[in-house]
Nanobody
Framework: QVQLVESGGGLVQPGGSLRLSCAAS????????IGWFRQAPGKGREGVSC????????VWIDSLKGRFTISRDNAKNTVYLQMNSLKPEDAAVYFC????????????????RGQGTQVTVSS
Protein backbone atom coordinates (compact mmCIF):
# COMPACT_ATOMS: atom_id res chain seq x y z
CA GLN A 1 0.00 0.00 0.00
CA VAL A 2 1.36 3.38 -1.02
CA GLN A 3 1.29 5.92 1.75
CA LEU A 4 3.02 8.81 3.43
CA VAL A 5 2.98 9.01 7.20
CA GLU A 6 3.89 12.11 9.14
CA SER A 7 5.13 11.96 12.72
CA GLY A 8 6.92 14.09 15.27
CA GLY A 9 4.21 16.59 16.03
CA GLY A 10 3.21 17.52 19.54
CA LEU A 11 3.01 20.28 22.10
CA VAL A 12 5.99 22.59 22.40
CA GLN A 13 6.57 25.88 24.17
CA PRO A 14 7.25 29.05 22.19
CA GLY A 15 10.90 29.11 21.22
CA GLY A 16 11.10 25.32 21.21
CA SER A 17 11.89 22.90 18.42
CA LEU A 18 10.34 19.91 16.76
CA ARG A 19 11.44 17.65 13.95
CA LEU A 20 8.71 16.27 11.76
CA SER A 21 9.22 13.14 9.72
CA CYS A 22 7.53 12.07 6.53
CA ALA A 23 8.02 8.38 5.92
CA ALA A 24 7.00 6.62 2.75
CA SER A 25 5.86 3.06 2.40
CA UNK A 26 5.01 1.16 -0.73
CA UNK A 27 7.23 3.34 -2.92
CA UNK A 28 10.60 5.02 -2.83
CA UNK A 29 10.85 8.75 -2.28
CA UNK A 30 14.12 9.13 -4.15
CA UNK A 31 12.75 10.46 -7.47
CA UNK A 32 10.03 12.58 -5.88
CA UNK A 33 9.73 16.17 -4.84
CA ILE A 34 8.45 16.30 -1.27
CA GLY A 35 6.50 19.24 0.02
CA TRP A 36 5.48 20.20 3.53
CA PHE A 37 2.22 22.04 3.99
CA ARG A 38 0.31 23.26 7.01
CA GLN A 39 -3.20 24.20 7.89
CA ALA A 40 -4.16 26.21 10.95
CA PRO A 41 -7.71 26.22 12.31
CA GLY A 42 -9.96 28.36 10.17
CA LYS A 43 -7.30 28.90 7.54
CA GLY A 44 -6.46 27.40 4.20
CA ARG A 45 -3.65 24.96 3.59
CA GLU A 46 -0.40 26.67 2.74
CA GLY A 47 2.87 25.45 1.36
CA VAL A 48 5.74 25.57 3.83
CA SER A 49 8.76 24.17 2.04
CA CYS A 50 9.78 21.55 -0.45
CA UNK A 51 12.81 19.61 -1.55
CA UNK A 52 13.19 18.13 -4.99
CA UNK A 53 14.94 14.93 -6.01
CA UNK A 54 18.22 16.80 -6.49
CA UNK A 55 18.08 18.23 -2.99
CA UNK A 56 17.17 21.75 -4.08
CA UNK A 57 15.06 23.47 -1.46
CA UNK A 58 12.32 26.05 -1.69
CA VAL A 59 10.80 27.85 1.30
CA TRP A 60 7.54 29.52 0.44
CA ILE A 61 6.95 31.50 3.63
CA ASP A 62 9.46 34.25 4.32
CA SER A 63 8.91 34.19 8.07
CA LEU A 64 10.09 30.58 8.17
CA LYS A 65 13.42 31.14 6.48
CA GLY A 66 16.18 30.51 8.96
CA ARG A 67 13.82 28.70 11.33
CA PHE A 68 12.52 25.73 9.33
CA THR A 69 14.80 23.37 7.43
CA ILE A 70 13.72 20.60 5.12
CA SER A 71 16.00 17.66 4.40
CA ARG A 72 15.78 14.17 3.03
CA ASP A 73 17.38 10.84 3.81
CA ASN A 74 16.78 8.62 0.82
CA ALA A 75 18.32 5.63 2.56
CA LYS A 76 15.60 5.88 5.20
CA ASN A 77 12.93 6.83 2.66
CA THR A 78 12.12 9.79 4.84
CA VAL A 79 11.95 13.56 4.58
CA TYR A 80 12.28 15.80 7.61
CA LEU A 81 11.17 19.26 8.61
CA GLN A 82 13.26 20.70 11.40
CA MET A 83 11.37 23.51 13.08
CA ASN A 84 13.21 25.83 15.45
CA SER A 85 12.22 28.95 17.38
CA LEU A 86 8.59 27.95 17.10
CA LYS A 87 5.94 30.60 17.53
CA PRO A 88 2.26 30.29 18.41
CA GLU A 89 1.39 31.20 14.83
CA ASP A 90 3.23 28.09 13.64
CA ALA A 91 0.60 25.90 15.28
CA ALA A 92 -1.17 23.85 12.64
CA VAL A 93 -1.61 20.41 11.21
CA TYR A 94 1.44 19.69 9.09
CA PHE A 95 1.20 17.53 6.01
CA CYS A 96 3.70 16.10 3.59
CA UNK A 97 3.11 15.20 -0.01
CA UNK A 98 5.04 13.70 -2.91
CA UNK A 99 5.10 14.85 -6.50
CA UNK A 100 6.87 13.90 -9.71
CA UNK A 101 7.07 17.59 -10.63
CA UNK A 102 9.42 20.26 -9.40
CA UNK A 103 8.47 22.19 -6.28
CA UNK A 104 4.93 23.54 -6.38
CA UNK A 105 2.99 25.15 -3.55
CA UNK A 106 -0.28 23.76 -4.83
CA UNK A 107 -1.50 20.86 -2.70
CA UNK A 108 -3.67 19.28 -5.44
CA UNK A 109 -0.61 18.99 -7.70
CA UNK A 110 0.89 16.34 -5.47
CA UNK A 111 0.41 12.65 -6.21
CA UNK A 112 0.63 11.20 -2.72
CA ARG A 113 -0.41 13.00 0.47
CA GLY A 114 -0.20 12.22 4.13
CA GLN A 115 -2.82 12.59 6.83
CA GLY A 116 -0.98 15.15 8.87
CA THR A 117 0.53 15.61 12.31
CA GLN A 118 -0.59 18.22 14.82
CA VAL A 119 1.82 20.87 16.05
CA THR A 120 0.75 22.95 19.02
CA VAL A 121 2.84 25.86 20.24
CA SER A 122 1.75 27.10 23.60
CA SER A 123 3.09 27.92 27.05
Amino acid sequence: QVQLVESGGGLVQPGGSLRLSCAASGFTLTPYTIGWFRQAPGKGREGVSCIDSSGDVTVWIDSLKGRFTISRDNAKNTVYLQMNSLKPEDAAVYFCAASTELCRSSWPRYDYRGQGTQVTVSS
